[in-house]
């Protein structure tokens, strides 16, 4: 279940965004996003799995994201770019790239959901920066997968209604989906192509 907690998401964004730092000929940074929250396990007897004191802080992306899938709640979170990556000066390639399309952390933002039983999980994650289009994110988020040595092969496909470029994980086997509109990003992972369906028929 950790692996759809903020740890995987964190490790998302840090793909995302050295892949969108890359592109401006600087050296790839290094984000380092805030501690991961700490689950509250509260004790109950109507329910298995903890409950966890996750971040909303960019709800109008949060609220995109599908309130249940297969039957079962979506656990939510969202961060703002300043929620997620340290300002610090290692984040100066970051930066620099944001400035040279003309935005700054305040257009970065970050959703993610989850749903996770003993026997399998699936995560949906949406990423924006503000006013960048969404195909330049995919190709750079693609690109940067292979330059860290994930050997994936990506096909087009079109599930739940929307056009969406697919691959499978080398390590947990499940299938990426990647989809994009305006300056919106959807990555979706999951070993059930049904849950895929539904969660992408929802996105806009």
């Given at each position: ?9 964190a ?6 965004l ?16 805030t501690p991961?929250p700490t689950p ?27 309130d249940?899938?297969g039957g079962?709640k979506?656990?939510?979170?969202s ?5 997620f ?15 040279s ?6 257009d970065?933002?970050a959703?993610?959901?989850f ?13 924006r ?5 969404n ?7 693609k690109?940067s997968?292979s ?7 990506w096909?087009?496909?079109?599930v739940?209604g929307?056009n ?5 994980d080398?390590?947990t086997?499940s ?12 990555f979706?992972?999951?070993?059930d ?11 806009p």
């Amino acid at each position: 279940m950790n692996r759809f907690r903020a740890s995987a998401f964190a490790g998302l964004l840090t793909v995302v965004l050295a892949a969108c730092a890359s592109n401006s000929g600087a050296s790839t940074p290094t984000p380092s996003p805030t501690p991961s929250p700490t689950p509250t396990i509260q004790a109950s007897a109507s329910t298995a799995l903890p409950s966890f004191a996750l971040p909303s802080n960019a709800k109008e992306l949060e609220a995109l994201l599908p309130d249940t899938l297969g039957g079962m709640k979506v656990t939510k979170a969202s961060y703002k770019g300043s929620d997620f990556v340290n300002s610090s000066s290692s984040n100066d390639e970051l930066k620099a790239w944001l400035s040279s399309v003309g935005k700054s952390l305040d257009d970065v933002s970050a959703a993610f959901g989850f749903v996770a039983s003993d026997t399998s999980g699936s995560a949906i994650f949406a990423f924006r920066v503000q006013g960048v289009d969404n195909s330049r994110l995919i190709d750079e988020f693609k690109t940067s997968m292979s330059s860290s040595g994930t050997n994936t092969t990506w096909t087009s496909a079109n599930v739940g209604g929307k056009n969406v470029q697919q691959a499978q994980d080398p390590d947990t086997k499940s299938t990426i989906y990647l989809y994009g509109t305006a300056d919106l990003v959807f990555f979706i992972t999951t070993n059930d192509p049904k849950l895929a369906q539904e969660a992408l028929s929802h996105l806009p």
